[in-house]
């Protein structure tokens, strides 16, 4: 079944006393990513304010020196919540190909000897001033957006294999490829994910998926053998204790930290790992360090967080009338919280190591704030459902509320078309006259 032609689901349930239960809710779905996303943000704030604690005071002589800097992105990244909030899905649509370009431009321009900012051998941000800038952000953004206006802009081609494929795929392969070449095998995965899921929601056969899974199975191959540090972190993944001391630090001391932590953790701020002995405690493998300091009953909470950020993703897709609106809640879903697995995934030792962040818990500026403008998108899809645009309407609301986010309006492919009047033939009137 194709997401873009499916129409939302009509049955509501209803309680004795003639409300609709919790769960069909006008409001539930808004309500659901407004919790999920706010309770992963502020779980963030602590974790990382706890993670960079022991190297402020050493660095900058403050524990609070890298924890005010990460207040101020989720400042920041509250008025990009705020400002995707108040945008209409019709302005989204048509900043798609614009917002496509400028990415495709600033992940050329970060190669680029001089203007890209290399790190660890890695060209992956611009300085601008005290700033960095990740351009690979913005284009998962980019692409979910253009993607989705292209699809539903030939939605009555896609059938066919060449309007189906031609130019989504390609341009998916470049930005993925562009990415490589930085290198950042972790988001170029995230990009594929991105791709998969805009080609499932439209239906696509599963040969398709089985054909590019097995080109892209090849190519983290070859990128995989081109490197000598990628071939030493997939031996790490295999057995993360063969050089504790080496290559496998960073795995086989997460691994440490998340058998410290137990069933209840050690307590908050009390990591040993955090004392210089966890590379990148406070981005990549900050899931660690929750771990240890929160126990495995930490860990579940940030991974039912994610559980029901996804849940609320697909209700959205599920529950709207617009196809734009139901591809792009589906891509960002999938974005998020597959890139979210990604890095658990590899903390716990089920994937090899491609050190990309924690979605709205890692430490980080562009990811941070550009994750929370796609939450805020997300939290706007869910006012443009049919129900809660009804709801929004006919309820009272107060000049503040209206600031912060307006009335949503009926999207257009949620109008419907008046129906024409046939017309009808009046009989031949009678002469009087004999």
């Not at 962040?357 to 980080?364: A, D, E, M």
Request: glycine share 10%.
């Amino acid at each position: 079944m194709t997401l873009l032609s499916s129409g939302p689901s009509s049955h509501v349930v209803t309680r004795p006393s003639g409300r609709p239960a919790i769960g069909d809710r006008p409001m539930t779905s808004f309500h659901l990513v407004l919790a999920g996303g706010g309770a992963l943000l502020l779980i963030g704030l602590i974790m990382v304010f706890s993670a960079t604690s022991v190297d402020s005071l050493q660095e900058k002589g403050s524990v609070y020196a890298s924890f005010s800097t990460q207040v101020t992105f989720a400042l920041v990244g509250l008025v990009a919540f705020w400002v995707a909030l108040r945008i209409r899905p019709t302005l989204l649509r048509r900043m798609a190909l614009p917002g496509m370009l400028i990415a495709i431009l600033l992940l050329v321009l970060v190669l680029i000897p001089g203007i890209g900012q290399e790190y660890n051998e890695a060209r992956r941000w611009f300085e601008i001033g005290p700033l960095s800038l990740q351009p690979s952000e913005l284009a998962k953004l980019a692409f979910v957006v253009w993607g989705a206006d292209l699809l539903v802009r030939k939605h009555k081609l896609i059938d066919r294999w060449r309007h189906l494929l031609v130019p989504l795929v390609p341009i998916g392969a470049l930005l993925g490829l562009l990415v490589l070449l930085q290198p950042n095998l972790g988001t170029a995965l995230v990009f594929f994910l991105i791709l998969f899921s805009l080609l499932w929601s439209v239906g696509a056969p599963a040969r398709l998926f089985v054909t590019m899974g097995t080109a892209l199975v090849g190519l983290v191959a070859a990128m995989i053998a081109a490197e000598p540090y990628r071939a030493a972190r997939l031996t790490g993944f295999l057995d993360p204790f063969a050089d504790p001391e080496g290559a496998t630090l960073q795995a086989a001391n997460g691994l440490y930290a998340l058998a410290t932590g137990g069933w209840w953790g050690v307590g908050l701020g009390n990591s040993r790992m955090k004392w210089g002995l966890l590379p990148e405690q406070d981005s990549d493998f900050i899931f660690a360090i929750i771990g240890e300091e929160l126990g495995f009953a930490g860990c579940l909470l940030v991974v039912s967080l994610y559980g029901l950020l996804a849940y609320a993703g697909i209700r959205i897709a599920r529950r709207t009338n617009d196809g734009f609106i139901r591809l792009a809640a589906a891509a960002i879903t999938v974005w998020l919280t597959g890139q979210a697995m990604i890095n658990i995934g590899y903390v716990v030792g089920l994937l090899p190591i491609t050190g990309i962040p924690l979605p709205l818990i890692s430490s980080g500026g562009t990811s941070l704030v550009l994750t929370m403008f796609a939450v805020g998108v997300l939290a706007s899809f869910a006012r443009h459902e049919p129900a809660a645009v009804a709801y929004l309407k006919r309820r009272r609301r107060h000049r503040w509320a209206r600031l912060l986010a307006p009335v949503p309006h009926t999207a257009s492919s949620d109008r419907k078309r008046p129906t024409p009047r046939r017309a009808t033939r009046r009989p031949p009137r009678q002469s009087t006259t004999r």
